[in-house]
């Protein structure tokens, strides 16, 4: 079964940079998208970007542009995301989410990760 | 790109129908049929409950279904459950070859 893995919780300062990892099993990697959303603490998703694994591409929301970088490893089908120059309001569960795909049909996410805990904080 | 709206909170009975709203633009929801909806209960990830505005998944229930019209999706859950207790969000693709959340709407069955 399709089982998305990911890092451990973060503390990080004001200014700081993260990464993320998400650990992809029960599938190949490089037949789907996959993409990252956050939830900041009692707020609602947030959509981040997506990274396509088998070629590597990406596209970023526009708030997160400059500052986001999506990239993959096919050879431990891990992907990963580094957010910079991070501030409170980057506090947020971040999830990955597997891009769906059928006939004619895409953009929907059908596995979740648990999500990652980042805590900004001085 | 704004969130898509949705209301914050709806209400039924057990048994009753309640619809949740998720209003967007002619570069998102009014543009394309890639609106999915998920299912939120308080301390999980989200769940897949809708795609392509109508079809479900496997393992869903039929008392979940959806519809679009212009700019505006529709979640409806017929015969509520307590166990249909949750937040709940639509997400659409969008022209900018992004995709947008709404704000997301609580569902308590009374």
């Known amino acids: 079964q399709v089982q998305l893995v990911q890092s451990g919780a973060e503390v990080k300062k004001p200014g700081a940079s993260v990464r993320l990892s998400c650990k992809a099993s029960g599938y190949t990697l490089t037949n789907n998208h996959m993409h990252w959303v956050r939830q900041a603490p009692g707020q609602g998703l947030e959509w981040i970007g997506i990274v396509t694994p088998s070629n590597g591409a990406t596209s970023y929301a526009q708030k997160f542009r400059g500052r986001v970088t999506m990239t993959r490893d096919t050879s431990t089908s891990t992907v990963y995301m580094d957010l910079s120059s991070l501030s409170s309001e980057d506090t947020a569960l971040y999830y990955c989410a597997r891009e769906g795909i059928g006939i004619e049909s895409w953009g929907w996410f059908d596995s979740w990760g648990p999500g990652t805990l980042v805590t900004v904080s001085s | 790109q704004s969130a898509l709206t949705q209301p914050p909170s709806v209400s039924g009975s057990p048994g009753q129908s309640v619809t949740i709203s998720c209003t967007g633009t002619?570069?998102?929801?009014?543009?394309?049929?890639?609106v999915s909806w998920y299912q939120q209960p308080p301390g999980t990830a989200p769940k897949l409950l809708l795609y392509d505005v109508t079809n479900r998944p496997s393992g869903v229930p039929d008392r979940f279904s959806g519809s679009k019209s212009a700019n505006t999706a529709s979640l409806t859950i017929s015969g509520l459950q307590a166990e249909d207790e949750a937040d709940y969000y639509c997400t659409s693709y969008t022209t900018s070859n992004t995709y947008v959340f709404g704000t997301g709407t609580k569902v308590t069955v009374l």
């Open positions: 002619s570069s998102d929801v009014g543009n394309y049929n890639r």
